[in-house]
């Protein structure tokens, strides 16, 4: 599992947590509801056997409007913060964008690159994603990187679309020398927002082959290969064994799914009874 930098060392940076899960709200919320679900959520964190035996740390990813706000709610809770997207320059004349200085000065420490209606909706190519990536890295901020095969077919074809995906996303950062940690959000596209995840087969085949190109890559430092798609409760127990964690859907804009996901890492991890 990815749960060690290069030199065996516990992660820190990404949290010390066995499993990495966490939401992006989208623009489902205002600012007011972000903060009183991150609040929530909060909470639970801090008295969860799951995080408090370093089984789990949980990130959460809410809109530009509201990441300082969310910052303030989450306080001590060791829940790590998002923003949503950002634009590859630091500054400029860049109408309407956010840069990665910009996201520091929020208080965030990941940003979510790649996904699927962004690319969809918003015209992003492999090319602008890996400037992205390199802008997050050049200020110290650890992408979550999604990728993700837009047709369902086989796990191998899968693999190989979302391996050379993953290359092309890291492609600018490595020729401009930089390193960074980073956290790969597996996401096939036709099982966002569907009745059902992929099948848990597939998952185990196309996360392990994307550890297995991450931990082979010089300049990813820390990492972690999470799945997201439809994901919720009862599927990580099934594949537990070739992921991180889990990129939660909108199921969890209740915070007490939150604490259903973290039951599960605890019972995966053996970790004393179900918390009242």
């Known amino acids: 599992m990815l749960t060690t930098d290069r030199a065996g060392a516990p992660a820190s940076r990404l ?8 939401s ?11 903060v009183e679900w991150s609040e929530a959520v909060a909470d639970i964190v801090r008295e969860h056997r799951a995080t408090a035996a370093g089984a789990a740390t949980v990130f959460v990813i809410p809109s ?7 910052g303030r709610a989450l306080g001590d809770s060791g829940v790590l913060l998002g923003a949503q997207d950002m634009y590859w320059e630091d500054g400029g004349a860049f109408t309407g964008e956010v840069s990665g200085p910009q996201i520091r000065e929020l208080g965030a420490v990941l940003v979510e690159i790649g996904h699927a209606e962004r690319r969809a909706l918003f015209g992003e ?21 999604c990728i993700g095969e837009v047709a369902e077919q086989d796990p191998r074809s899968a693999a190989i679309e979302c391996r050379t995906q993953l290359s092309a996303s890291l492609s600018a950062a490595r020729e ?16 966002i927002g569907a009745a059902e995840p992929a099948g848990a087969d597939h998952i185990r085949a196309v996360c392990a082959s994307l550890g297995e190109q991450v931990a082979d890559d010089p300049a990813v430092g820390e990492h972690r290969v999470i799945y997201g798609g439809s994901a919720g409760p009862g599927l990580l ?18 915070p007490e799914a939150v604490r259903l996901i973290l039951d599960e890492i605890a019972g995966i991890a053996r970790i004393g009874e179900p918390t009242a």
């Not at 530009?64 to 969310?70: C, G, S, T």
């Not at 930089?178 to 036709?190: H, S």
């Open 64 to 70: 530009f409007l509201a990441v300082e706000a969310v």
């Open 176 to 191: 401009a020398g930089l390193t960074g940690d980073l956290v790969v959000a597996y996401e096939p596209v036709w099982a």
């Open 15 to 22: 949290g010390r947590g066995r499993f990495l899960i966490g």
């Open 24 to 34: 992006s709200l989208k623009m489902y919320f205002s600012r007011e509801r972000s």
């Open 237 to 254: 127990p099934g594949i537990a064994d070739s992921v991180d964690g889990m990129f939660l859907g909108r199921f969890a804009h209740d």
């Open 125 to 145: 190519t492999d090319d602008t994603v890996a400037l992205k990536v390199a802008a997050a890295w050049r200020n110290g901020l650890t992408p979550v990187l």
